[in-house]
């Protein structure tokens, strides 16, 4: 049995009170380790370290110095990668090859990019805009940063954070989610051996750990990745204090295929899209909207596709084809599991449609078509392999159904006609808009949504400037 510490104040640390939660590996079921059960106490301790390392130090860092840092955590990112991908795959139980491949290497990317970043801070010139006053802008760091990221991307939804909020200047407290801590706090040992004391802290628990985070007076931004409800108790507990919240809380994502795509290509790009992972991705592309003329057929086509993916309990070391974890907890194996049996008749599951046999919390993949707009699969992310398929007849008709959900994440558009790829790239309301690829990220380019998806950005330079704040500054001469 493993056990894992928070790392406060750049050790490790049980919890105050020693409680702990059991952690589970997902393929089979059983607890493999525990965690501790941080309460505000931990909380508290942790966010009085990274307020001591912001005053006494880390705030004074030149850009130069900060990305000094940022880029020998990179490195010892990648000096470590196969030890990582092992405790995510455990973790998780996501396939170790597509990790490897798919995670390390962007990970550290996304750590070079910020490092870069942080020199590039921008503002409007130094100038007279009143007659014998000279004004400035100062871009400053908020402080310090609660955070908390989603069991889906442990790891690299880390980063996500560590990067922007270290490289403008901040210091942190970061909760992983209660069934996936491992990698976090491994990345927390690792890091703690190039930063201050204090810099990074990492604290494990549940819901009320995560309540206890928001409900500190220390943190000067909350920025959190996770689910719509989550987010909203954030920000409740946030308002109260007037402090800054950063939300990216999920997606159900629209993919928009007209009658002029190439359907084969796009039913094969679509369910690598759609069923990576596990669909576990708040950009995953699950709600296919298809015209009449070629819903029939790419319905098929994507249920042929589902039959190419495997489970990760059958990895072969080597092997390239596309294998997929369980579904994280059982949980949400029974939310996922009841969305598909809630499929009302007019609907057709095409293919899976039910948990996996054997050990773990493994659902196949699924295609579901002939559904509705209002029917509750439609308008639900569903989080897990699954692949809704719609009718329409013309692209008003589609971008309505698009549109037509709280969400407003992701997006994708699969056409040949590239004054439709123009006109939906602006009516489609969704921080991103692919089109003929869906799920392409790039840490110049910015991630995160409109309406119920939250606001704020991950990645990219507009991720840097969330994580500060503008101090205008007038000298009369």
Same mark, same amino acid.
């Given at each position: 049995m493993q056990t894992f510490h928070n790392i406060v104040d750049g050790k490790p640390a049980p919890a105050a009170d020693g409680r702990t939660l059991d952690i589970s590996d997902p393929k089979t079921g059983e607890v493999y380790a525990t965690a501790p059960l941080s309460g505000p106490v931990d909380v508290d301790v942790a966010y009085r370290s990274a307020r001591r390392a912001f005053?006494?130090?880390?705030? /004074?860092?030149?850009?130069?110095?900060?990305?000094?840092?940022?880029?020998?955590?990179?490195?010892?990112? &990648?000096? %470590?990668?196969?030890?990582?991908?092992?405790?995510?795959?455990?973790?998780?139980?996501?396939?170790?090859?597509?990790?490897?491949?798919?995670?390390?290497?962007?990970?550290?990317?996304?750590?070079?990019?910020?490092?870069?970043?942080?020199?590039?801070? &921008?503002?409007?010139a130094t100038g007279e805009y009143m007659a014998g006053h000279s004004s400035s802008i100062r871009r400053e760091p908020l402080g310090v940063i609660g955070s908390i990221t989603p069991w889906n991307y442990p790891m690299m939804m880390a980063i996500w954070k560590i990067g922007p909020a270290l490289a403008a200047g901040n210091t942190m407290v970061l909760k992983p989610s209660d069934t996936t801590p491992a990698s976090t706090v491994r990345l927390g040992e690792l890091f703690a051996d190039v930063l201050p004391p204090g810099v990074l802290n990492v604290v494990c628990g549940d819901r009320s750990t995560g309540v206890a985070m928001s409900e500190n007076p220390i943190p000067a931004m909350l920025a959190i990745t996770g689910s719509i409800p989550a987010g909203k108790s954030v920000a409740a507990a946030a308002a109260s204090r007037v402090t800054r919240v950063h939300l990216e809380l999920g997606g159900n994502a629209p993919v928009i295929v007209f009658?002029?795509? /190439?359907v084969a290509a796009a039913a094969a790009d679509i369910a690598v899209a759609g069923f990576f992972n596990a669909g576990q991705d708040c950009t995953a592309a699950t709600r296919v909207i298809a015209h009449a003329d070629v819903a029939d057929a790419?319905?098929?086509?994507?249920?042929?596709?589902?039959?190419?993916?495997?489970? *990760?309990?059958? &990895?072969?070391?080597?092997?390239?084809?596309?294998?997929?974890?369980?579904?994280?907890?059982?949980?949400?194996?029974?939310?996922?599991?009841?969305?598909?049996?809630?499929?009302? *008749? %007019?609907a057709r599951v095409l293919t899976g449609g039910a948990p996996a046999d054997g050990p773990g919390w493994f659902y196949p993949p699924t295609v579901v078509a002939g559904l509705a707009q209002d029917d509750e699969i439609v308008q639900t992310e569903v989080f897990g392999p699954v692949i809704t398929v719609q009718t329409f007849t013309d692209e008003d008709e589609a971008v309505a159904y698009a549109n037509g959900t709280p969400y407003g994440l992701a997006s994708s558009v699969w056409?040949?006609? %590239?004054?439709?790829?123009?006109?939906? *790239?602006?009516?489609?309301?969704?921080?991103?808009?692919?089109?003929?690829? %869906?799920?392409?990220?790039v840490a110049e380019m910015p991630h995160g949504g409109f309406k119920e998806s939250g606001y704020g950005k991950d990645l990219s330079g507009y991720s840097l400037e969330d994580y500060t704040r503008i101090k205008h500054v007038m000298s009369k001469y």
């Amino acid at each position: 049995m493993q056990t894992f510490h928070n790392i406060v104040d750049g050790k490790p640390a049980p919890a105050a009170d020693g409680r702990t939660l059991d952690i589970s590996d997902p393929k089979t079921g059983e607890v493999y380790a525990t965690a501790p059960l941080s309460g505000p106490v931990d909380v508290d301790v942790a966010y009085r370290s990274a307020r001591r390392a912001f005053d006494e130090g880390w705030r /004074d860092t030149t850009p130069g110095e900060r990305m000094t840092a940022l880029l020998a955590m990179a490195d010892t990112l &990648e000096a %470590h990668g196969e030890e990582l991908v092992e405790i995510e795959a455990r973790d998780t139980g996501k396939p170790t090859g597509l990790t490897l491949s798919e995670e390390i290497g962007p990970m550290a990317d996304q750590l070079r990019f910020f490092a870069g970043a942080a020199r590039q801070l &921008e503002g409007r010139a130094t100038g007279e805009y009143m007659a014998g006053h000279s004004s400035s802008i100062r871009r400053e760091p908020l402080g310090v940063i609660g955070s908390i990221t989603p069991w889906n991307y442990p790891m690299m939804m880390a980063i996500w954070k560590i990067g922007p909020a270290l490289a403008a200047g901040n210091t942190m407290v970061l909760k992983p989610s209660d069934t996936t801590p491992a990698s976090t706090v491994r990345l927390g040992e690792l890091f703690a051996d190039v930063l201050p004391p204090g810099v990074l802290n990492v604290v494990c628990g549940d819901r009320s750990t995560g309540v206890a985070m928001s409900e500190n007076p220390i943190p000067a931004m909350l920025a959190i990745t996770g689910s719509i409800p989550a987010g909203k108790s954030v920000a409740a507990a946030a308002a109260s204090r007037v402090t800054r919240v950063h939300l990216e809380l999920g997606g159900n994502a629209p993919v928009i295929v007209f009658d002029d795509a /190439d359907v084969a290509a796009a039913a094969a790009d679509i369910a690598v899209a759609g069923f990576f992972n596990a669909g576990q991705d708040c950009t995953a592309a699950t709600r296919v909207i298809a015209h009449a003329d070629v819903a029939d057929a790419l319905a098929e086509a994507l249920a042929a596709e589902a039959g190419g993916v495997l489970l *990760s309990r059958d &990895e072969q070391p080597g092997a390239e084809d596309l294998f997929i974890p369980p579904l994280n907890n059982p949980d949400q194996l029974a939310k996922v599991s009841g969305l598909v049996e809630r499929v009302p *008749s %007019h609907a057709r599951v095409l293919t899976g449609g039910a948990p996996a046999d054997g050990p773990g919390w493994f659902y196949p993949p699924t295609v579901v078509a002939g559904l509705a707009q209002d029917d509750e699969i439609v308008q639900t992310e569903v989080f897990g392999p699954v692949i809704t398929v719609q009718t329409f007849t013309d692209e008003d008709e589609a971008v309505a159904y698009a549109n037509g959900t709280p969400y407003g994440l992701a997006s994708s558009v699969w056409t040949r006609d %590239h004054s439709r790829t123009i006109r939906l *790239s602006r009516a489609l309301d969704f921080g991103c808009v692919w089109v003929n690829c %869906h799920i392409p990220l790039v840490a110049e380019m910015p991630h995160g949504g409109f309406k119920e998806s939250g606001y704020g950005k991950d990645l990219s330079g507009y991720s840097l400037e969330d994580y500060t704040r503008i101090k205008h500054v007038m000298s009369k001469y």
